[in-house]
């Protein structure tokens, strides 16, 4: 067993959005997008990859294909391996995202192409 605080991976630099890395177990990633009001994670996919987001803390919107979606505090998010994905803290207060990355077997995902 390993145990952690989140809160221990709050960490946001007045420069632009941090990650901070969990844990790294095989074919997953656990992480915490920080971002202060204004800052933006720019948009990119992660094939081959599931992602799952948590918003820990305030409001933003998430972009998926284009498409924004307002999302605050308690929200939880899942992206496909082919979305498009970015971010931008639209509120007043710091952004916190708790991130699972899950890679899709490489037999699973080579039948999805």
Not at 38 to 50: I, R, S
Request: net charge negative.
């Amino acid at each position: 067993m390993e145990k952690n605080s989140v809160k221990a991976y709050m960490e946001y630099s007045e420069e632009k959005f941090t990650k901070r890395i969990i844990y790294k177990k095989g074919e997953t990633t656990a992480f915490v997008l920080n971002f202060l009001p204004n800052q933006t994670l720019p948009t990119h996919k992660h094939p081959g990859t599931e992602v799952y987001l948590y918003v820990l803390t305030g409001s933003g919107t998430i972009i998926i294909d284009g498409t924004e979606t307002a999302v605050s505090e308690a929200d939880l998010i899942h992206v496909q391996s082919e979305e498009e994905m970015a971010f931008k803290n639209t509120g007043s207060e710091p952004v916190s995202l708790y991130v699972v990355l899950s890679k899709i077997p490489s037999e699973l995902y080579a039948k999805n192409i």
